[in-house]
C-alpha cells in the first residue's frame, strides 16, 4: 500500500458519458498529479494540484478538469467520454521540493465503450 | 528544463544475465534521479533515487543506478535477473528547487524489460 488512494479500481462507461475519478494523497502530501497511462500515448501528465491551487497543466484535454478540495484529496472530471480516453488514469502525490519523488496510487483503470 | 532519454523501449534479457536499462538525462540545474517500476496492470513503484552523496545508489530487489555527471547518464542495472524482474521501468529527472509545490518529475517513455526463461 502506497498510501495513495484512488477509486474506483474499474470503471466501465459509454460514450459520451461523465465520470469522476478520486485521489486521496500520502498523509502529509500536499502535491497532487494526475497522469494518464496508454498504449499508444504512453504515461502523459495532465494536471498537477499543490494544496488546493492549480500549479501546472500538461497534455489535459478541455473535456477533462480537475479539482483539489481543501482536505487534499483530488478528484479528476473526464466528460464527453470518448473511444481513445479508454486508460489508466494515476494520481500521484509528493511533499518536498523534488527530492522524495513522487508516490503513485494503483490507478483507476477506464474503458469506454 | 528537464527531460530523459530512455534507450531500447524493450529490453530482453536471459534468467542469471544482467540487466542494464540505459537513461540519459538533461538538466539544467543539479538534478535529482529516479527509476520507478511499474508491473502489469499496477501504479508506478519507486526502485531507486539519486539526490546527492554517492553516486552509486542501490535499490529494491538488488537493482543500483549511477550517477555520472560526466555522461549525463543514470543507468539502472542488476547482476542477475530473475523471472519476477520482468515489467516496465521508468527513468525520471527532477530539478533541485527549493519552492513547494513547484516540484516537477519528467519521466522518459519507459523501457519494457522481458526475461527469457
Known amino acids: 500500500d502506497s498510501g495513495v488512494t484512488q477509486t474506483p479500481k474499474h470503471l466501465i462507461t459509454a460514450t459520451g458519458q461523465r465520470v469522476t475519478l478520486r485521489c486521496s494523497p500520502r498523509?502529509?502530501?500536499?502535491?497532487v498529479y494526475w497522469y494518464q497511462q496508454s498504449l499508444d500515448q504512453g504515461l502523459q501528465f495532465l494536471i498537477q494540484?499543490?494544496?488546493?491551487?492549480?500549479?501546472a497543466k500538461g497534455n489535459i484535454l478541455e473535456r477533462f478538469s480537475a479539482q483539489q478540495f481543501p482536505d487534499l484529496h483530488s478528484e479528476l472530471n473526464l466528460s464527453s467520454l470518448e473511444l481513445g480516453d479508454s486508460a489508466l488514469y494515476f494520481c500521484?502525490?509528493?511533499?518536498?521540493?523534488?527530492?522524495?519523488?513522487?508516490?503513485f496510487g494503483s490507478g483507476t483503470r477506464l474503458t469506454v465503450v | 528544463a528537464q527531460s530523459v532519454t530512455q534507450l531500447g523501449s524493450h529490453v530482453s534479457v536471459s534468467e542469471g544475465a544482467l540487466v542494464l536499462l540505459r537513461c540519459n538525462y538533461s538538466?539544467?540545474?543539479?538534478?535529482?534521479l529516479f527509476w520507478y517500476v511499474q508491473y502489469p496492470n499496477q501504479g508506478l513503484q519507486l526502485l531507486l533515487k539519486?539526490?546527492?552523496?554517492?553516486?552509486l545508489v542501490k535499490g529494491i530487489n538488488g537493482f543500483e543506478a549511477e550517477f555520472k555527471k560526466s555522461e549525463t547518464s543514470f543507468h539502472l542495472t542488476k547482476p542477475s535477473a530473475h523471472m519476477s524482474d520482468a515489467a516496465e521501468y521508468f527513468c525520471?529527472?527532477?530539478?533541485?528547487?527549493?519552492?513547494?509545490?513547484?516540484?516537477?518529475?519528467?519521466f522518459g517513455t519507459g523501457t519494457r524489460l522481458t526475461i527469457i526463461p
Open positions: 500521484a502525490s509528493s511533499v518536498a521540493p523534488g527530492e522524495s519523488g513522487y508516490t
Open positions: 498523509s502529509g502530501d500536499l502535491s
Open positions: 494540484y499543490y494544496n488546493g491551487e492549480e500549479r
Open positions: 538538466s539544467s540545474v543539479p538534478p535529482y
Open positions: 539519486y539526490t546527492t552523496g554517492a553516486t
Open positions: 525520471a529527472v527532477s530539478a533541485r528547487i527549493r519552492s513547494f509545490g513547484n516540484e516537477k518529475l519528467t
